[in-house]
């Protein structure tokens, strides 16, 4: 997506770790129009899908979530990370690493919000090793839901996670995916 790879190129920072900080449009400040643009992308790339429900994980999904949710017409839940493990039976929970954060927790969803009848569509904001994304298709199995697909706002392409995911079968559509990142240089290239 043009908009979205334009705004990456002109903004985006490179920190120690390939971590992209795209603080200025996406994770802190929020640039609404962009994201309002993402959600018709991501809905035009998954036409023809009968979503019943958008999956994210707290804090960054939430917003990138959001508008897709609003234009479908469909909750959106998002999974909330929880330090403890002292978790109740009413929960789905999963162990994900964080990429930015180098610790483990807890990602859980009340067993309210999903179930079997579900078809989901998982929406998040990086996709780098694929911690995030496998703790939410987790706690989709868990409830039985189907994942229909997985709609990401940055892909970096030389970290595993897409590959890998997509040699499982699911159908992820990612709107900026990145071959490769210099810190030195500030370099930033895109996948054709
Ligand atoms: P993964 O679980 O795929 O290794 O990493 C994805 C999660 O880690 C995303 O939910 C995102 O919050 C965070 N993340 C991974 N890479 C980056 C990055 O380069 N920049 C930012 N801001 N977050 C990232």
Redesign the pocket.
């Known amino acids: 997506m043009k908009l979205l790879k334009d705004k990456i190129q002109k903004l985006a920072q490179i920190k120690d770790g390939?971590?992209?900080?795209?603080d200025m449009f996406l994770?802190h400040q929020i640039d609404t129009k962009l994201l309002d643009a993402m959600a018709d992308e991501f809905i035009r790339r998954f036409k023809g899908k009968k979503f019943t429900k958008i999956l994210t994980?707290e804090t960054?999904?939430i917003a990138i979530a959001y508008p897709v949710a609003q234009k479908l017409g469909l909750p959106l839940v998002f999974a909330k990370k929880q330090n403890s493990v002292n978790i109740d039976g009413e929960m789905f929970s999963a162990k994900?690493?964080?990429?930015?954060h180098f610790r483990e927790f807890n990602v859980i969803v009340s067993t309210k919000y999903l179930n079997d009848k579900d078809n989901v569509l998982i929406i998040?904001?990086?996709?780098?090793?694929?911690?995030?994304?496998r703790g939410l298709l987790s706690i989709c199995q868990q409830a039985g839901a189907k994942v229909d697909g997985i709609g990401i706002a940055i892909e970096?392409h030389f970290?595993k996670?897409g590959t890998e995911l997509r040699e499982q079968g699911y159908e992820i559509e990612s709107l900026a995916i990145i071959d490769e990142i210099d810190e030195k240089s500030n370099k930033i290239v895109f996948h054709e």
């Open positions: 390939d971590v992209l900080k795209v994770n994980i960054s999904g994900v690493i964080s990429y930015t998040d904001d990086f996709l780098a090793n694929g911690s995030a994304l970096k970290q996670g």
